[in-house]
């Protein structure tokens, strides 16, 4: 459910500026690097409305919108009696509406930002649907350790794909704002940050800043905060060392905060939390899940 918010937005914002900007937006380029399964197998993309297709709708692509739902009424459905009533329903309306014809004719013919707005709507309900009814247990906890881990990932491979775009454009501002926008942060910057869009600041909000909720040091704080409430059902040695590689990485990230002004510099720093965050999320996987 969190990939999904994440690549809904990104795919919003980045619609909305393929219709600003003069040049050819790279929606193969976007493709390629989203879509996973058979739908690489077919013939490239030509317009927008094809890769929005099949980004959004796609069966046969594993990381579509429509996959990520089915998939995640899947996982309920194999839980349900640990989740609430209210939560099913809400993944059910969400599963129809995503396979709902008049979707797919809104995306294909009409404007596809209804369609989109329509689908966020969805998952903002479930956010909401979750906090006002779960029980705050053990399940609680891993559904947070799930969404923190899975925003972190999310986050990074925003911040790596419009650095990667920002070398054919001089206008660097404008890739600032529509990052930004991509991580509903804008807001955010105009009241938190008093200067006109600069590297040094964006980046001290993406990374950073405690007080943005799609930051990645906040969402390592959360991914912390959630862990600690599992010492009680842990093994001591599992506990302390996934203890430590959380350390670890929030101090590191503390270390490299003067160092992110550079395309480089920000390359450098994406990479090493990426390398962090699937550090936690494997031994969380392997001690918790049993998967190796």
Avoid at 116 to 139: A, H, K, N, Q, S
Avoid at 144 to 160: P, W
Wanted: with cysteine; net charge negative; proline share 2%.
């Amino acid at each position: 459910m969190e990939r999904t918010d994440n690549m809904l937005r990104m795919l919003r914002t980045n619609y909305i500026a393929s219709q600003d900007e003069i040049l050819d937006f790279p929606w193969q380029q976007h493709v390629a690097h989203l879509a996973t399964g058979k739908v690489l197998q077919t013939n490239p993309v030509t317009d927008y409305r094809e890769a929005l297709y099949v980004l959004l709708l796609s069966k046969d692509n594993d990381s579509s919108v429509f996959t990520n739902i089915v998939r995640a009424r899947e996982n309920a459905r194999s839980v349900q009696d640990y989740i609430t009533k209210e939560l099913w329903q809400n993944l059910n309306d969400y599963y129809h509406l995503v396979r709902s014809p008049q979707t797919e004719k809104i995306i294909r013919e009409d404007d596809p930002v209804t369609a989109m707005d329509l689908l966020l709507r969805e998952g903002i309900l479930f956010y909401g649907t979750v906090d006002i009814t779960m029980y705050r247990g053990e399940g609680y906890a891993f559904l947070n350790l799930g969404k923190y881990l899975e925003r972190a990932i999310q986050v990074l491979d925003i911040v790596e794909m419009r650095v990667r775009t920002m070398d054919a454009s001089a206008n660097e501002a404008v890739h600032w704002k529509y990052l930004l926008y991509s991580l509903s942060g804008y807001e955010f910057h105009t009241k938190e940050y008093k200067n006109a869009l600069q590297a040094g600041d964006v980046m001290n909000q993406v990374f950073l800043n405690t007080r943005f909720p799609h930051s990645i040091m906040y969402c390592l704080l959360q991914i912390e905060r959630y862990f600690n409430r599992l010492d009680s059902l842990s093994l001591p040695e599992s506990f302390k060392e996934i203890k430590f590689l959380l350390g670890k990485a929030i101090n590191e990230l503390r270390y490299h905060s003067d160092e992110i002004q550079e395309t480089q510099q920000i390359e450098r720093l994406t990479a090493l939390a990426r390398e962090r965050v699937l550090t936690v999320s494997g031994k969380l996987a392997t001690y918790y899940f049993g998967y190796s």
